[in-house]
Nanobody, 123 residues
Framework: VQLQASGGGLVQAGGSLRLSCAAS????????VAWFREAPGKERVFVAA????????GYADSVKGRFIVSRDNAKNTVYLQMNSLKSADTAVYYC?????????????????WGQGTQVTVSS
């Protein structure tokens, strides 16, 4: 199983970025996918997730109303649209996958992990 996160970069506060997570080697259409982030010196925390069934989503309170998670099963890809970015959003963003339907915010609920992509928001 491989998860490839991309789309990170440097953006000014108030700007937008879209991250992508491309998956291979698993039944993507039956897998839930989540985004986590890890800021320097801090633990990895949940950002958003989307279930395989019905496309139900879950978000951390800190990103509700600003971030949108979506998926394209035909492309085996999940996206994280990040709007109104703040300096507090600066982190390495990771995508994770789990075979089944979940939006569990715990890191140990997700079996497969990709490498991270750096997002830096300048104020």
């Amino acid at each position: 199983v491989q998860l490839q996160a991309s789309g990170g970069g440097l953006v000014q506060a108030g700007g937008s970025l879209r991250l992508s997570c491309a998956a291979s080697g698993l039944s993507f259409a039956r897998s839930s996918v989540a985004w986590f982030r890890e800021a320097p010196g801090k633990e990895r925390v949940f950002v958003a997730a989307i279930r395989w069934s019905g496309g139900r989503t879950g978000y951390a309170d800190s990103v509700k109303g600003r971030f949108i998670v979506s998926r394209d099963n035909a492309k085996n890809t999940v996206y994280l649209q990040m709007n109104s970015l703040k300096s507090a959003d600066t982190a390495v963003y990771y995508c994770a996958a789990h075979l089944g339907s979940t939006t569990n915010p715990r890191t140990d609920a997700w079996r497969y992990w990709g490498q991270g992509t750096q997002v830096t928001v300048s104020s």
